[in-house]
């Protein structure tokens, strides 16, 4: 049994990682307001993306192929928009438009603030969400962190990179070392 165990977490991981890897040209996008031309959505964002963040930031075959909306009705007034999927024809230009992202203040559309992620699968995102209560601490100290795939917390303190694998670790070090 512990064999078969064993044998089955592994199958699971590697699972795991060969989803992701078919998502990593793919990014999301929250806070688009619904009602926009559905058919169009991969032209206008791609339009939009270009003229938010420059051309000088993609490649020259800077192209979305394909853009969609999550599946499931459209929310009563109110509720947020649904997320939009995006996938890319470069892994290098998704990489650019969640740098140029991050590094601006905010993404706006027509008032709308928008997120940009990279695409995981549920398990992924799973574990990452696990690391949400000690980032907003780090961020609260003004310790600089950031999140390896596929859920591993980097933090550099005082010149000194440390790595954690759990939340938990990463709490324990800072009650013990962070003041």
């Not at 192209?63 to 509720?79: L, Q, T, Y």
């Not at 290098?92 to 603030?113: F, H, M, P, W």
Request: charged share 30%; glycine share 6%; proline share 5%.
């Amino acid at each position: 049994m512990a064999n078969l165990k064993v044998e089955n977490d592994r199958i699971k991981n590697k699972l795991t990682d060969l989803e992701d890897r078919t998502r990593r040209y793919n990014i999301r996008i929250i806070g688009f307001p619904e009602g926009l031309d559905e058919k169009n959505l991969a032209c206008n964002l791609q339009k939009f993306i270009i003229g938010n963040f420059g051309k000088e930031q993609f490649s020259d075959f800077f192209h979305i192929e394909r853009a969609h909306r999550i599946p499931g009705g459209k929310p009563v007034p109110g509720k947020p928009p649904r997320t939009i999927l995006v996938k890319l024809l470069s892994s290098q230009d998704r990489d650019n438009i969640l740098k140029c992202a991050r590094t601006s203040a905010s993404v706006l559309y027509e008032g709308n603030k928008l997120s940009f992620y990279p695409d995981f699968c549920k398990e992924t995102q799973d574990k990452r969400r696990t690391l949400w209560e000690v980032k907003k601490r780090l961020r609260d100290k003004g310790i600089v962190y950031s999140v390896l795939y596929p859920a591993k917390l980097r933090v550099a303190y005082k010149g000194s990179p440390y790595f954690f694998d759990t939340a938990e670790a990463a709490v324990e070090w800072m009650d013990r070392t962070v003041i």
